[in-house]
C-alpha cells in the first residue's frame, strides 16, 4: 500500500461511502422488517419458539451475572460508605446502579453475546444453505416468517432479563451488605425505596432496555440476513453482530442517559 | 391456440451484475408440458435464468412472461400468489434444519391453506411415499444422505402441485444411484402431474436421456436449442467439447493470462 | 421438544420477569408509598433556597410527608418559589412554618414542615406564610468573623 495522498483519500472516501451504504441498507432493512412486524402478531407461536431460545436461555447467564455484580457493588459500596459513616446507604446506590443503568446494559451486553449473536449465526446459515431463498419461492416472506419474531423475541425478552438481572442484583447486595456486613435490614430497604423512584428510575430503566432491544434484536437479523453466504461470512457477520451491539447499546445508554437523567439533580 | 402453449416466454433480457454482464438479449421460449434442460459453462447465467423465472432477480431490460404475467412488473401479493404455482429444487436442497423431514414437507401446506391436521399428514406421507421416503419421515435433515435429502426436497416443492417446477443443478454432488433416482422422479412427477419442468444441470448424460429439449446458454445467449438426438450426433466444436468433456476447446482451458514464459521471467 | 414444552418454558421465564419487575417496583421502588396516592400543591417562598433539588423530601417531625415538586425563581421578589406536594394523608395549619434543614452534617438537604396551632389547614394553591432560609456557610462565615472583629476592637495592634 501506497501512502501517497490521493490514495489515502480515496480509501478515506470508500471507507465513508460503504458504511453509508451499509447504514441505507439497514435503515430500508429495518422499515421493510417493521412492515411486518403486524402479521407475526397474528402468529404468536412464531414468537413463543424465539422468545424461548433467547429469553429462556439467557435466563442462567442473566440471573447469575446480575448477583455476582449485586455482590461486588456491595463489597465496593461499603467500603467507600463506611469512610463516611453512612453504611445504610448501600441499598440506595446499588439498587439506584442497578435499575438505571448496569442492568439495563450488562444484561443487553449479555443477551448480545449469548442470543444475538446464535440468531446471526442461525439466519446467516439459513441464508448460506438457500434456506431464506427456498422458503421465497414456496411464496413465504422470510421477513415475516425468519426475521420479525426474532426481532421481537429480543424487544419482549430484554426488559424481563434487565428486571431479572437488577432485582438478582439487589438480592445479591442484600446478602453480602445485611447478612454478611450486617447492616441493618429496616435501613437497607428503607433507605432504598425513599430514594428509588418508580417513574424516574425503575420505568426509565425499564424504557433503555426496550430501546436496547430493538436496537440488538436488528443489529442480530441484519447481520444475519445480509452475512456473506459462506463460512467465513457467517462467523464474520457473527462477530459484528457482538461489537455492533455492543457499541449501539453503550451510544445509545449515554444518549438516552443524557436525556432521561440530566438535569434531575 | 399455439400462444397458449407458451407457459414460459423470456423476451430480449438482459441481466448484470455490477459491470458484469450476464445474460445479454436472451430470448426463450417453453410450452407446457415440457422437459427443458438449461446447460453451459459455470457462471453462464442458467441459475440467473431461474432467478429470473422465479422473480428473484430483476432484469435491467427485457420482459420475461410466465403463465401471460410479466413477472418484472409484478406486486410483492401478485409475485406470490404466482409462486405458489411454482416449485424449486434448491441445488442442495435447502431443507430447513430446524424441522423434521415430516414437518419440512408440511411447511407448504401450514404457511399457504387452511388444512386439518389429519388432511396434511394424509397429504405429507402421500408425498414422501412417492419418493419412496415414508419411513424417514421422523428424522432431521440431518440424518439424511445427500440424495435423500434431495428427495425430500423434491417432495416438498411438489406439495402444492406447481404447473412449473425448477430444478438448480439436482444431480450434483450425488452417487450414480441417486442421480438415476432423482432424474426418474423428475420424468415421472412431471407427467403425473401434468407439469412443465426447467432443469438446470451439468450432467450431460441424465439429461440426454430425462430432457425434451436441451437449451446451451454461451455468453449470455442461446448458443442453440436442440432435441437430445441432435446433441448427440452434432458436430459443433462448442457442443462437442460439452459433450465429450474437453478440457479445451471453444471454452479455454487457461484464464485470460499473460504470455506465460514472459509472465515467468518477469521477475 | 413440543410446542407445548416451548410454551410452558416461556411461559415460566414471563412470569419470572413481571415477578422482577413487581419487586422492583414494590420492594426497591416506592410504588407502594403514597407518591401515587392524592396529593395537594402548595407553595413556600425562600430567600435562599439552598441545596434543595426536584424531589427533594419534605419532612414533618422526621418522616416523609410529600416532595419537592418544582423550583423557581421570582423575577420581581428574587425569591426562590417551591412547589411542595403533600400526601393528602397530612395537614398542615395555616401558620405552618417551612424551613430548609440538612440531614446530618453531610447529608441531603430537605424541607421540614412545621405544623402551627391554628385551626385552619393548608389547601391546593396556598402559601406557607413563614419560611426560613437556607444557611450559606460562606454567609455564615463572615458573618462570623465580622461579629468577631466588631466585638473586640482595639485588641488588634
Redesign the interface.
Known sequence: MKADPISLLTSLGHAVTSRLDRLGLAARFAFAVFRVLGVVFLRF?LI??E??FS??RS?SIVIVSGLFVGMVLAVQGYEVLQR?G?TEALGVIV?LSL?RELGPVVSALLFAGRASSAVTAEIG??RA???L?????????PLA?VIAPRFLAAIFSL???A??F???G?CGAWIIGVKLIGIDDGAF?SQ???S???R???VNG?LKSIVFGVAVGLISVFEGFFAVPTAEGVSTATTRTVVTSSLAVLLLDLVLTVMMFRG?? | MSERQDIIRIENVRFAYGERTILDDLSLTIRRGEIVAIMGASGGGKTTLLGLIGGRLTPSVGRVFVEDQNVPTLSKSALYALRRRIGMLFQFGALFTDLSVFENVAFPYREQTDLSEDMIRTLVLMKLEAVGLRGAAHLMPSELSGGMARRVALARAVTLDPSIMLYDEPFTGLDPISVGIIGRLIKRLNAALGMTSIIVTHDLNETLRLADRVVVLSAGKVYCDLAPDDIRVSTDPFIRQFADGLPDGPVPFHYPARDYVGDLLAS | MNRSQFDLAVGAFVALGILALLFLALKVGNLAGFDTGTAYVIEARFDNIGGIKVRAPVKSAGVVVGRVESISLDGETYEAVARLRISSAFRFSKDTIATILTSGLLGEQYIGLESGGVPEYLAQGDRVMKTQSAMVLEKLISQFLFNKAAETPGQTK
Do not use: E, F, H, K
Open positions: 407461536g413463543i419458539r422468545l424461548y429469553g429462556v435466563l463516611y453512612s439498587a435499575v446459515l439459513m444453505t438457500d434456506q431463498a427456498a422458503m421465497d419461492m414456496m411464496a413465504v416472506d416468517r426488559p424481563l432479563l428486571a431479572l437488577s432485582a438478582a439487589v430497604w432504598m425505596q425513599a428509588v423512584d418508580v424516574i428510575d425503575i425499564v434531575l439533580n
